[in-house]
C-alpha cells in the first residue's frame, strides 16, 4: 500500500523536512495555496538551535525572517523562497539549513541589512544562486513587490495565500541579472551588525 497517502500535503514536499526539524516557526500561512499542488509558508525560518535542556522550549540562536516560500507536492527542491537576514555572513546558514532543497534553477532572495543600500548582487553558493539584496526601513514583501513591480493595491483584496502565488509566480520568471560575488567577497565588503533591538522602546 502507498505510504504517499498517509502523508500530509507539507510532508510530500521540501518543506516537509524543516518542518519536521521545526524550522518553520511562527507561521502566518502554512497551508496549499490556490494552486494545484502547491504548499506555502510564511513565517521564520529557524537557522541555528539553542541548546536545550530537558524538555525547555527556547527561541532559535538564529533565523531568517519574513520568509516566504512555495513547494510542489512531489517535489524535493524549493522553487521560491525570498527571506531577511539581519547579516550577510548568514546566508552560509541558509544554505546549509536548506541543503538539498536548493537547486540551481530555484529563484532565492534574501534581503541582508548589512550591504550597500546602492547594490545588488548575485553570490553563487551550494549549487545554487541567491539573489542578495539591500533593505533598509522595509519589509520582504514590499521590497519584493518593489522589485517584480507588483502594484500594492493590486494585490489589497487578496488572502494571504493568493498573495503568496502572485508574488511567487513573478518570482519564478525573474531573470535580471546583478553583479556576481563570491561569499567570501560579500564577507570582506559588508558592513557592521546592526542591533535590532536599538532604538525600540523598552
Known amino acids: 500500500m502507498s505510504t ?3 502523508l500530509s500535503p507539507i510532508e510530500q514536499t ?4 524543516l518542518d519536521a526539524q521545526k524550522r518553520l516557526q511562527n507561521p502566518v500561512l ?3 495555496t490556490h494552486k494545484p499542488g502547491r504548499f506555502g509558508f510564511r513565517g521564520e525560518l529557524a537557522l541555528r538551535f539553542s541548546a536545550q535542556m530537558a524538555d525547555e522550549a527556547r527561541p532559535p540562536e538564529l533565523t531568517c525572517d519574513q520568509f516566504m516560500a512555495i513547494a510542489q507536492l512531489g517535489e524535493k527542491t ?3 523562497f525570498a527571506g531577511y537576514l539581519l547579516s550577510f555572513e548568514h546566508l552560509k546558514d541558509v544554505a546549509e ?3 538539498d532543497a536548493l537547486s540551481a534553477g530555484g529563484k532565492y532572495f534574501l534581503f541582508c541589512n548589512n550591504i ?3 547594490k545588488k548582487y548575485q553570490v553563487p553558493y551550494k549549487g545554487a544562486m541567491f539573489y542578495v ?3 533598509d526601513e522595509g519589509t520582504v514583501y514590499n521590497e519584493l513587490l518593489e522589485l517584480l513591480y507588483l502594484e500594492k493595491n493590486d494585490l489589497k483584496k487578496l488572502d494571504t495565500a493568493a498573495k503568496l502565488d502572485v508574488i511567487a509566480d513573478t518570482a519564478l520568471k525573474f531573470d535580471v ?3 556576481t560575488l563570491t561569499y567570501a567577497e560579500g564577507l570582506e565588503i559588508m558592513g557592521p551588525v546592526r542591533n535590532p533591538n536599538e532604538n525600540r522602546p523598552v
Open 97 to 99: 539549513t536548506l541543503g
Open 116 to 118: 550597500d543600500l546602492s
Open 78 to 80: 524549493l522553487p521560491f
Open 14 to 17: 521540501a518543506l516537509g523536512p
Open 4 to 6: 504517499t497517502l498517509e
Open 133 to 135: 539584496l539591500p533593505i
Open 177 to 179: 541579472t546583478f553583479d
Open 30 to 32: 502554512k497551508a496549499p
